[in-house]
């Protein structure tokens, strides 16, 4: 089945880079994203990127996928304390739609420090 | 505004008892889910609709049940069978173009 891992923690200083990394297994994800959830809130879509893409930025975050590696990297420019939260990796099928369910990784807790 | 209502935000229930939480949604998605969120496991799929009166079993569906009579609403009884009930759970709905999540029940055995 598919199964997709994240590390648990990062800790970086605030005005740093972030890079939060992820690895899946199902060779056939077609979409990948990545969800932001804050203490006791829901999951907020931060981006997400097709399987035949090997970057997608937007604004202070870029996503880098390296298909052949089954590897998902969310880099954050100039990390600010409301950045601290949970961040998910997940991958799907399809966009949305039907059945197509949503795997998740274990989330990587990001922790911002002055 | 479009969006997903769960409820309560929490819950206290005592060992031996049924409890339903609510989710409703008017984004007119077809499809809904429930994932259950512990510390360290990310979220795992309970159970999910693809349309109404329609539903299937996720990854662990053991002790909860659903119903999809109407396409706004996908509540879940967690039931005394399950025997770690204490957790997060989120709701979510889903259509051609993304997937969106509600902002949890917080579940708690006592």
């Known amino acids: 089945g598919e199964d997709v891992e994240q590390s648990l923690f990062l800790s970086v200083r605030e005005g740093d880079s972030s890079v939060i990394n992820c690895t899946y297994t199902?060779?056939?994800?077609?979409?990948l994203y990545w969800y932001k959830q804050e203490p006791g809130a829901g999951l907020q879509l931060l981006t997400y990127i097709f399987s035949n893409m090997d970057m997608k930025q937007d604004q202070r975050l870029t996503v880098l996928l390296n298909k052949k590696d089954k590897h998902l990297s969310l880099r954050i420019a100039d990390t600010q304390t409301g950045d601290s939260a949970i961040y998910f990796c997940?991958?799907?099928?399809?966009?949305?739609?039907?059945?197509?369910?949503?795997?998740f990784g274990t989330g990587t807790q990001l922790k911002v420090e002055l | 505004d479009g969006g997903i209502t769960q409820s309560p935000k929490y819950l206290f229930r005592k060992e031996g008892q049924n409890v339903t939480l609510s989710c409703e949604q008017n984004?007119?998605?077809?499809?809904m889910y429930w994932y259950r969120q512990d510390p360290g496991q990310g979220l795992r799929l309970i159970y999910y609709s693809q349309i109404v009166n329609d539903f299937q079993k996720g990854d662990i569906a053991e002790g909860y049940s659903v119903s999809r009579e109407k396409k706004e609403s996908f509540p879940l009884t967690v039931t005394s069978a399950q025997k770690n009930p204490t957790a997060f759970y989120l709701c979510?709905?889903?259509?051609?173009?993304?997937?969106?999540f509600g902002s949890g029940t917080r579940l708690t055995v006592v």
């Open positions: 199902d060779s056939s994800s077609t979409y």
């Open positions: 997940a991958e799907s099928t399809a966009l949305g739609g039907g059945g197509n369910k949503l795997t």
């Open positions: 984004l007119n998605h077809d499809a």
């Open positions: 979510a709905s889903s259509i051609e173009g993304g997937y969106t």
